[in-house]
């Protein structure tokens, strides 16, 4: 079965500070990733989806960035944070080449707040 | 732009009661719909889903329904338990594109025991 893990699980980060954020995936090849962040009433934002290897969309301009340096890992950073990237941040995997059943089953999530 | 809306975003219910979300969205290319459930703290499980070919799906207490025409669909809970309370996610999806998934901005249940 497939399993899909992402740490930490919680952080508090100063301002200006970097930021790494991992998620790997197991039981599965070549799997779409995502990096979705919860935002107060705006549901889950999707930041930015990767369909293989170095291979990065970003959806939403912003202070971050994504890299995929393996087929099942999935990195979430940021040089410099700002305030407002404080969030829950959750990373999200799917079969490859699905049309439909589209189910996007998600990590833990990670709690992020800047200070 | 929000494709896909819950527009109550909470609802209170006794337990024992039926438990209805609500979802609407725009976009007529969509063709597959989810609910996802929520807890404080994790992130979201699946929960059901729907094919457009189908207007409703059961599977135990939680039946998705959905109606093309007004764009709209539904889940129900029945009969609703303290440990349903949690937010709940729709979800609409398109048939191509890796990005092709849209989240409602979410409806939190309290089922009141």
């Known amino acids: 079965s497939q399993t899909i893990h992402q740490w930490p699980a919680t952080l508090v980060q100063p301002v200006g500070s970097p930021l790494s954020l991992e998620c790997t995936v197991e039981?599965?090849?070549?799997?779409?990733l995502y990096w979705y962040r919860q935002a107060a009433g705006r549901g889950l934002q999707l930041l930015f989806y990767?369909?293989?290897?170095?291979?990065i969309s970003s959806e939403v301009p912003q202070n971050l960035s994504a890299s995929r340096p393996q087929d099942r890992q999935f990195i979430l950073s940021s040089k410099k944070l700002l305030l407002s990237d404080s969030g829950f941040y959750l990373c999200?995997?799917?079969?490859?080449?699905?049309?439909?059943?589209?189910?996007?089953?998600f990590g833990e999530g990670s709690w992020l707040t800047v200070v | 732009d929000q494709q896909v809306k819950q527009n109550s975003p909470s609802l209170s219910v006794q337990e024992g009661r039926i438990s209805i979300l609500n979802c609407d969205y725009t976009?007529?290319?969509?063709?597959?719909f989810l609910w996802y459930k929520k807890y404080p703290a994790e992130g979201p499980t699946f929960l059901i889903s729907?094919?457009?070919?189908?207007d409703k799906n059961e599977d135990g207490r939680f039946t998705v329904f959905l109606n093309k025409s007004a764009k709209h669909l539904s889940l129900h809970i029945v009969p609703s338990q303290p440990g349903d309370s949690a937010v709940y996610f729709c979800?609409?999806?398109?048939?191509?594109?890796?990005?092709?998934?849209?989240f409602g901005t979410g409806t939190r249940l309290t089922v009141i025991p």
């Open positions: 999200a995997w799917r079969k490859p080449g699905q049309r439909r059943g589209n189910t996007i089953y």
């Open positions: 039981g599965t090849s070549n799997p779409n």
């Open positions: 990767s369909v293989g290897i170095g291979q």
């Open positions: 976009n007529s290319m969509f063709d597959y």
């Open positions: 729907i094919s457009s070919i189908k």
């Open positions: 979800a609409a999806s398109k048939q191509t594109g890796a990005n092709n998934l849209f």
